[in-house]
């Protein structure tokens, strides 16, 4: 008897015995067991997790003469020629062999409206359906939408996307998912209990994590390491045939990059390629490894590693997070090199000479910002007491002030400033120019760094007096009254940003606008600033709307200014120059003996105006017809 395939020989006869696929399951089956069945069916999902097998499934249970619900019985005629590949009721059609319309309109089209010849449905699994070609699914479309009620339709695929949305929006689809490692192993294991192969779990955990969630890949890998084994499965056997590294080469590789060793790496990378491990897998079971460590580290995984037990204490889980995300990228890298055992190693080293603990540097330097920082500033009430300094706004430090020197029990003063003042916020505290006294003492420009808005704010405050009380600076409340504008006149927020604000007084601020547009816009929402301001700072602040009045260009001169200015209703006499009619009327066409008496200004205007009209007015006209 011929020798069968593991994947053949264990292949799911119904979908009690389908690994995985719940939902597709389930839908199945109630819909067989309803009467529900639709025309057309679309399949799609990665290699090996069921597809075709499902299909074949759906037909034996559609047409088995002896069903148990929705279980077919396996021993009908149709069941086993089913199974056989040997129905002519099932027409299984490879898509990327009959990719041609003609193909498709001979097996399919042609034929549909023929009866099956036995069973009670004619069922066509086309495979790999995206392979068609666009006129070939023009062709099926009409057919898939209203087939005969004894055809059903049931289309596989990899690759959903590639299927017209018309064909998909006229089948019920199904996705079906990768089976996950769990799964694999438990069938992997009964697999060869069954068979009466020894293997090692490892080697077996080791086989489902390089199917990527095919069991048919499984089940075929699991037949070469049987056949390789000499009917053993062991993890010395999975690590030459997929060409992976020992554990010890891994782990070594692992330690040298954790303790930044780079002797140790090159040791290991000598072994590597002494041994002959393909570099690359070598580099991605790295990855893997580190990023394993850091699932078990972090309770998501219970799957302990040889790494986890070696590990320094000190070393986070984040640390190996980063190490395993830039393995990924030296993999991106080197992937493509000539020399992928070189390129390897020098990733390697330079992941080695990287510093890899920065977060603990951020958080030692702040911790020393924080020792380092001013003590937060007193409260809002000054003493009458406080002193000043030539009428100065600038806040010294905070002090003890008492009868004497070293008194207790009183309230904090503030000390005049005799150097330079302490570090304090720049917003916190507006300082005015020192010698300097009356409303302009405290003029200056500020820049509104906290909110990210860069502003020209002048500021004229009066000195503070010795019994003032601290209030929020009209920066800040500039700041505050922006920040609660852009959220309900985004239009006008935008204008405010340009404004140039001088503060006269702690009720009058002069708004000042780039041009007339702006300045009116403001205008018409002045009120409502100015009672939104009323409810940030509790009084009333008034806005004085203003914007630069534009200078108009002079005319040109045609005499000396002194000359006097002609009468409205003075009829002056004029030596009139008539020239040709456009375009010839140009300074350029007229006569030369014309040219010497015109003044050089009068020249100019007519090079600007390029009228057919000049006219040159005297001053002795002028002042004849004033007398």
Not at 586 to 597: I, M, Q
Not at 609 to 622: A, D, Y
């Amino acid at each position: 008897m011929p020798y069968e395939n593991l994947a053949s020989k264990y292949r799911p006869k119904n979908l009690n015995e389908v690994l995985g696929q719940e939902t597709v399951k389930r839908t199945l089956t109630n819909a067989v067991k309803l009467g529900r069945i639709a025309p057309s069916y679309v399949f799609y999902g990665p290699r090996g997790t069921g597809k075709t097998t499902i299909a074949r499934i759906l037909a034996k249970t559609l047409n088995c003469h002896n069903p148990a619900g929705a279980v077919p019985c396996d021993k009908c005629a149709s069941c086993l020629e089913i199974a056989g590949s040997k129905s002519l009721d099932v027409i299984e059609i490879d898509a990327a062999s009959n990719t041609q319309v003609d193909k498709v309109r001979n097996v399919i089209i042609e034929n549909v409206a023929f009866a099956p010849s036995r069973d009670k449905y004619k069922v066509y699994i086309l495979d790999e359906v995206h392979m068609l070609t666009t006129q070939a699914f023009n062709a099926l479309l009409k057919t898939v939408e209203e087939p005969p009620a004894h055809v059903v339709f049931i289309m596989a695929t990899t690759e959903q996307h590639k299927v017209p949305v018309t064909i998909l929006s006229r089948s019920q689809c199904f996705r079906f998912r990768p089976l996950s490692e769990e799964i694999m192993f438990e069938r992997l294991k009964a697999v060869a209990e069954k068979e009466k192969i020894k293997s090692e779990p490892e080697a077996l955990a080791m086989i489902a994590r390089a199917s990527c969630g095919s069991m048919r890949d499984a089940m075929t890998l699991l037949d070469r390491a049987i056949s390789f084994g000499r009917g053993e499965v062991k993890t010395e056997v999975l690590n030459e045939l997929l060409g992976h590294a020992g554990e010890d080469i891994i782990n070594s590789l692992a330690l040298a990059l954790v303790n930044r060793d780079s002797a140790a790496l090159h040791a290991a990378f000598d072994k590597l390629n002494s041994e002959g491990y393909d570099t690359l897998t070598a580099l991605r079971d790295l990855r893997d490894l580190l990023a394993g460590t850091f699932f078990y580290l972090q309770k998501f995984s219970s799957a302990s590693t040889a790494l986890a037990r070696a590990l320094p204490k000190d070393l986070s889980a984040s640390a190996l997070a980063k190490l395993s995300r830039k393995v990924n990228l030296a993999v991106e890298e080197v992937k493509f090199s000539d020399s992928l055992a070189i390129a390897a190693e020098m990733a390697l080293f330079t992941l080695v000479d990287t510093p890899q603990d920065i977060d603990a540097l951020v958080r030692r330097l702040e911790g020393l910002e924080l020792r380092l920082a001013p003590p937060p500033a007193s409260g809002p009430a000054v003493p009458a007491s406080a002193k000043q300094l030539g009428g100065s706004a600038s806040v010294g430090k905070v002090g003890q002030a008492g009868g004497g020197v070293g008194g207790q029990g009183r309230p904090p003063v503030i000390e005049p400033c005799a150097a330079l003042p302490p570090v304090q916020k720049k917003n916190d505290i507006l300082e005015t120019q020192p010698g300097k006294s009356g409303p302009d003492a405290g003029g200056q420009r500020l820049q509104e760094e906290d909110s990210g808005i860069s502003l020209p704010v002048t500021c004229h405050l009066p000195p503070v007096t010795s019994g003032a009380v601290a209030q929020t600076p009209p920066s800040a409340l500039w700041k505050k009254l922006l920040v609660h504008i852009a959220s309900k006149k985004p239009m006008v927020y935008n204008m405010l940003l340009s404004v140039k604000i001088t503060f006269d007084s702690e009720t009058k601020w002069r708004l000042s606008l780039p041009n007339k547009f702006e300045a009116g816009m403001i205008e018409k929402a002045r009120p409502e600033l100015e009672e939104a301001m009323q409810n940030l700072s509790g009084r009333k602040i008034e806005f004085v709307i203003e914007h630069p009045v534009a200078v108009k260009s002079a005319v040109p001169v045609l005499e000396d200014l002194s000359a006097p200015q002609v009468s409205s209703d003075v009829e002056p006499e004029a030596e009139v120059l008539t020239g040709p009619q456009e375009p010839e009327g140009r300074w350029e066409d007229l006569p030369e003996a014309g040219v010497s008496d015109i003044e050089p200004e009068l020249k100019k205007l007519s090079k600007v105006f390029h009228g057919s009209k000049i006219t040159k007015v005297s001053k002795k006209t002028v002042q004849g017809k004033s007398e």
